[in-house]
């Protein structure tokens, strides 16, 4: 007989997972999202269940392994488990230290815990520095032998892959490109520090700006229409309405943002000087159409004379970017297969 997780699933999914395949788990504070994932990077299922975030560790790892049973996945044909998991964390030893939205796992061993139940390896990285892997396995990055990969969402966070590695620095703490202060007189981020570009650039930011021009404009916008007449409503995804609609205000918003992101990404290619930079998040879509004017503006912010070269491209993954990431942490064990 054919074991399988614990789950249900249908005779065709039950098919598709007799495939030698990878499971990517993507934890975030409130939910898990898990998928199979093959050799070429296809997501061969997923499916999504509660973060149990608030009610201790146990609680904690019973969502990841529910979230896991759900795939139904054949036993014989999984042979690792990745797991994108938000950091503060330490992906030498697979143990979350500190992450301020899972306040269940303080020096938590979770890829020792999750071995124990499934007895194959685990792995365990954040978000960025996997989907960077991901991408750069099977996505916008193929092809490319030194990648760095940007996500612009509610945060920024970043990855950087190195002749197929990841890049952790010393103790796995590199590549927090979202903390990277471009204004030191800016405001106060998240972190601590004064200026980072996940305080001038993220989605809560671009709502804000877009409520203070709203507040001092004398005259209309779109933007106010699509939140219902309620400056304090007016979201990031707004701002991308109402900029594909036309709006004046809303492109000197994303204008503005696009001009940090430059000066961002300048400092990043005097750094790395990658082959190609992959924008992640939702962020990055509301951004696609500015894309070619920061290339072009690169010069104007970094030293590299040939930094127009470098390739600006949306991310292939999207919002299964963390199942993808996790699954390409473990795509080492499918490669005789590939």
Known sequence: MTQHLTGDSSPKDQASSRTDCVIGVDIGGTKVAVGLVDGDGKILRSERAPMIANNGPSSGLAAVVAAINSLGADASAVKAI??????????????????????????????????????????????????????????????????????????????????????????GAAAEGGHVTIDYRGPRCACGKYGCIEALAAGPAIARAAREKLAAASNQSVMLGLAGGKIEDVSSEIVGQAYANGDAL???????????????????????????????GGVSSLLLPFFDQIRRRLPAWCLNSRSSEIPIVLAHYGSDAGIAGGAALCSEVLNSKQ
């Open 82 to 171: 990745g797991i994108c998991a938000p950091g503060p964390l330490d992906p030498f030893t697979g143990v979350v230290i500190n992450p301020p939205n899972l306040p269940c796992w303080r020096n938590f061993p979770l890829a020792a815990e999750i071995s124990k139940t499934w007895k194959i390896p685990v792995k365990i990285d954040n978000d960025g520095n996997a989907a960077a892997l991901a991408e750069f396995l099977w996505g916008a990055g193929r092809g490319y032998r030194n990648v760095f990969y940007a996500t612009v969402g509610t945060g920024v966070g970043s990855g950087i892959v190195f002749d197929g590695h990841i890049y952790h620095g010393r103790t």
């Open 250 to 280: 809303a492109r000197e918003v994303l204008e503005q943002n696009v001009e940090y992101l430059t000066i961002w990404l300048g400092n990043i290619v005097d750094l790395l000087e990658p082959d190609v930079i992959i924008m992640g």
